[in-house]
C-alpha cells in the first residue's frame, strides 16, 4: 500500500519556525526522490523543494530558499521540510510528494500526501 502523511503543521506567527514531516510508506519512499509543495487558497500548486534519494542534491523554490531546508532519514522512511523565519506568504496546505521518473526535478510526481496546514499570522 502506498501512503505519505504529513504531519507537524500549525498555527505560528510571523518570524517563527515549524518543521513538517512525511512518513511514506517504502514503495513510495525508498530509491525516489522526495518534494515537498503547497497551495495556498485560491492559488495553483507550487513547488517548494526536493531531495534526491542519497539526500546529497536539493532544490528550492527562490520564495523559500535560505529559510527552508528539506532533509531525509531513509533508515525511518521518512521526509522533513524544516521552515524558519515565516512569513504570512507561506500560508498554505503543504503536501509531500514522491517522485516518478529518476532525478530531481520539479515536475513528474506520482503519489502525493493528504497535507498539513501552515498558517503564519503577521
Known amino acids: 500500500q502506498v501512503q505519505l502523511v504529513e504531519s507537524g503543521g500549525g498555527l505560528v506567527q510571523a518570524g517563527g519556525s515549524l518543521r513538517l514531516s512525511c512518513a511514506a510508506s517504502?514503495?513510495?519512499?525508498?530509491?525516489?526522490?522526495m518534494g515537498w509543495f503547497r497551495q495556498a487558497p485560491g492559488k495553483e500548486r507550487e513547488f517548494v523543494a526536493a531531495i534526491s534519494w542519497s539526500g546529497g542534491s536539493a532544490d528550492y523554490a527562490d520564495s523559500v530558499k535560505d529559510r527552508f531546508t528539506i532533509s531525509r532519514d531513509n533508515g525511518k522512511n521518512t521526509l522533513y521540510l524544516q521552515m524558519n523565519n515565516l512569513i504570512p506568504e507561506d500560508t498554505a496546505v503543504y503536501y509531500c510528494a514522491s517522485k516518478r521518473s529518476y532525478g530531481l526535478g520539479r515536475w513528474d510526481y506520482e503519489y502525493w500526501g493528504q497535507g498539513t496546514q501552515v498558517t503564519v499570522s503577521s
Open positions: 517504502g514503495r513510495a519512499y525508498s530509491g525516489r526522490t
